[in-house]
């Protein structure tokens, strides 16, 4: 693969992580981030966190499908990692992602990688979600819908997960985050997350669900759903939760 003379956030957090999937510009954005901001591994290290312990409740409830939205690298605890006797499409939007992620995942049989933008579910390639997802729409599956809410305005966010809701079977769950105003203390690493980025107040994530319902736990600090321990004081940056679909 040529290397790319962009950063990517998914590579940036892979190299947050500890990974070994980013390149040098990736590394140099990191650091300038970190120059605005402070340390981010240990925040993002916690919203992976999240994400394990997440994927690991849905697939608890016997969900063995899972559809990846903004899927990143994956790697260092990724959704197939947390929960290995489940299929898994990762999608993106990006195509250096999309290329990396298809490489890593040559050889396996259990989790694929291709294009989706989660604002428009056509996108996403029918072939592959027979593939990996075969319950889709007939059956309970996971959606994985983490660091995408923070790029939508409210609009096409309630939009969007009203369209996966209908889509998706009565009993499919939904984990999601949602970035806090944690930057606005910040001004010169906010202005780097670009004019799309979204700060909301805890307030404001529970409705955007819509038709969504939250486990009993909410919509809370990833470090503070359903801990294995003690939760790890980091800054409060992300919120998030697992949500259901209800029956018809």
Known sequence: MDEPTVPSTARMIDFWLGGEHHFPVDVAAARAFEQAYGPCAPVFRELRAFLGRAVRAIADEGVDNFLVFGGGVPTMGNVHEAAPEATVLYTDVDPVTIR???????????????????????????????????????????????????????????????????????????????????????????????????????????????????????????TAWRPDGPPAEVPDAFHGGVAVRAAD
Request: aromatic share 10%; no cysteine.
């Open 100 to 222: 990396l992620g298809q490489q890593i995942l040559a050889g396996s049989d259990r989790a694929g990688y291709g294009f989706g933008d989660a604002t428009d579910i056509g996108t996403v390639d029918p072939a592959q979600l027979h593939r990996f997802v075969p319950g889709w729409g007939r059956r309970p599956v996971g959606v994985v819908f983490l660091g995408l809410a923070a790029f939508l305005d409210d609009d096409t966010l309630a939009r969007t997960l009203d369209e996966l809701y209908a889509a998706t079977a009565p009993g499919s769950l939904l984990a999601v985050d949602f970035d806090t105003e944690e930057l606005a203390a910040y001004p010169e690493a906010l202005a780097m997350m670009g004019p799309a980025f979204r700060m909301r107040p805890p307030a404001a994530f529970a409705p955007l669900l819509g038709r969504w319902t939250p486990t009993a736990e909410g919509i809370v600090p990833v």
